[in-house]
């Protein structure tokens, strides 16, 4: 009699697992179906994906460098300081993973747009962040931080103290302490949640669109012109899509061991 591993799915789970991985994988393939192979070459280098390229490029870069420097210090304060309300502060924090991206981006317009609860302070100082590149790198450093403020906590909960109250006793500052015994030994965590905040915002859509508009060239990025470009010519729709996807599975396979566990 065949003896199996213990905790290992009974034959039930079998098919409605198989139901669930044909349902997330057939859009896949969809994709790479219809794909104009033929034609590929032709429009990767079309200015229909190199421009919004480009723009995607800078937008999502510019949005991981604000997610590290400020999510970073962020997770720090919610995993090592006790404070009242830090648990709805947290929940605040994190609800940009649950809120639907087109309310996060008329939440941005109605707090930092002219009439919004900043918009004329920024106006006094000449910045003006809707319908602007600026604002698109601000709507997708909002919709990403919490990914990686997440992924950090998380690393900093686990982590023991030790070492930071050895270096306190031969008398390192805290500053010290941050910058060669903390950040060192979470690295790992912070690569892994940048990586994530950096796929979320090149992917962003929603709360761009809604704040920073569509405007090619300038707030246009790779999913606003996949949206475009699936209204007036489906196979440019399709490579522009390809991009995405290939960068997605990349970031995946690069974070296999810290999604799944060693």
């Known amino acids: 009699m065949r003896r199996h591993p213990p905790g290992s799915p009974p034959p039930f ?3 409605p697992a198989a139901i669930a991985t044909f349902f997330l994988v057939l859009p896949i393939a969809g994709i790479i179906s219809r794909m104009p192979w033929s034609t ?13 390229l480009r723009l995607s490029i800078l937008v999502s870069v510019s ?3 604000l997610t590290v420097i400020l999510g970073v210090p962020l997770a720090l304060v919610l995993a090592r300081m006790e404070f009242r309300g830090r648990n709805v502060l947290r929940a605040a924090i994190l609800l940009p993973l649950v809120l639907p991206p087109v309310v996060g981006g008329t939440a941005l317009f109605f707090a930092l747009g002219r009439r919004g609860l900043l918009g004329g302070a920024l106006g006094a100082m000449g910045i003006q962040l809707p319908f602007t590149t600026a604002g698109a790198v601000v709507a997708a450093t909002f919709v990403a931080m ?3 403020v997440i992924s950090v906590e998380g690393s900093l909960r686990a982590m023991s103290t030790d070492l930071e109250a050895a270096a ?3 008398g390192a500052r ?7 015994v903390t950040l060192p030994r979470i690295r790992t965590s912070i690569a892994a949640g940048a990586a994530l905040a950096w796929a979320r915002a090149l992917g962003e859509f929603g709360a761009t ?5 569509n405007q090619p060239g300038r707030t246009q990025t790779l999913p606003l012109a996949v949206y475009l470009s699936f ?15 290939t960068v997605s599975v990349g970031v995946l396979v690069i974070l296999r061991n810290h999604l799944v566990g060693r």
Do not use: C, H, N, Y
């Open 231 to 245: 209204q007036t010519d489906p196979e440019a729709a399709l490579a522009l899509s390809l991009v995405l996807l």
């Open 63 to 65: 949005a991981t460098v």
């Open 146 to 148: 919490p990914f990686l």
């Open 40 to 52: 590929l070459d032709e429009l990767l280098r079309s200015s229909k994906l190199t421009e919004p």
């Open 174 to 180: 805290r500053s010290t302490q941050l910058l060669l």
């Open 168 to 170: 306190a006793t031969l």
């Open 13 to 15: 789970a079998l098919f």
């Open 209 to 213: 669109i809604t704040f920073a508009g």
